[in-house]
T-cell receptor
Framework: DSGVTQTPKHLITATGQRVTLRCSPR?????VYWYQQSLDQGLQFLIQ???????AKGNILERFSAQQFPDLHSELNLSSLELGDSALYFC?????????????FGPGTRLTVT | AQTVTQSQPEMSVQEAETVTLSCTYD???????LFWYKQPPSRQMILVIR??????QNATENRFSVNFQKAAKSFSLKISDSQLGDAAMYFC????????????FGKGTHLIIQP
């Protein structure tokens, strides 16, 4: 158990819909990362927040957005869903930023778009 | 932008034998970190080993060790005394020193352990 929690574990929804994925980082971690794992694209970095502020953006679509709240939990919002958005979405947390801090991954949320 | 290449989609090894997984990367950065992550069938991402680019000494964690060749931009993972529990997908990953853009992953190598 990494100490990072993600809810829900599974989500099934229809095309065009909007969903919210939630992540609670390890106690004391200030940095949260979101990753997408799909068969087509592999594992991709989406976005990073540090202490409530957006710090880095990766291959995140404009239909996707995220935020980190004052209690440091984070939410990833996916809208106008398409079949290709079906994937495993990971959240990871670390105490700070930089490769000298290990990223601890949550168990992921499996999103299926039908 | 950085790229990470794992040229072996699948590898198979006999239990108790040694196996080496290959990874090459491309970057113009001088300050960076390299990682190997394990993803078993449970899908949990588990850090296996980490290497700082500024360190010449190869990292070692129990049965896992790396061969870091900075000039060749190569970062292979050696698993000694392979165990059934080592069966998983293994991902090589890169992160810039400032951590400004998350982890860049390779496509992964599926490791099969033959009993």
């Amino acid at each position: 158990d990494s100490g990072v929690t993600q809810t829900p574990k599974h989500l099934i929804t229809a095309t065009g819909q909007r969903v919210t994925l939630r992540c609670s980082p390890r106690s004391g971690d200030l940095s949260v990362y979101w990753y997408q794992q799909s068969l087509d694209q592999g594992l991709q970095f989406l976005i990073q927040y540090y202490n409530g502020e957006e710090r880095a953006k990766g291959n995140i679509l404009e239909r996707f957005s995220a935020q980190q709240f004052p209690d440091l939990h984070s939410e990833l919002n996916l809208s106008s869903l398409e079949l290709g958005d079906s994937a495993l979405y990971f959240c990871a947390s670390s105490p700070s930023v930089g490769g000298n801090y290990e990223q601890y991954f949550g168990p992921g949320t499996r999103l299926t778009v039908t | 932008a950085q790229t990470v290449t794992q040229s072996q989609p699948e590898m198979s090894v006999q239990e108790a034998e040694t196996v080496t997984l290959s990874c090459t990367y491309d970057t113009s950065e001088s300050d960076y970190y390299l990682f190997w992550y394990k993803q078993p069938p449970s899908r949990q991402m588990i850090l296996v080993i980490r290497q700082e680019a500024y360190k010449q000494q190869n990292a070692t964690e129990n049965r896992f060790s790396v061969n870091f060749q900075k000039a060749a931009k190569s970062f292979s993972l050696k698993i000694s005394d392979s165990q059934l529990g080592d069966a998983a997908m293994y991902f090589c990953a890169f992160e810039r020193g400032g951590g400004a853009d998350g982890l860049t992953f390779g496509k992964g190598t599926h490791l099969i352990i033959q009993p």
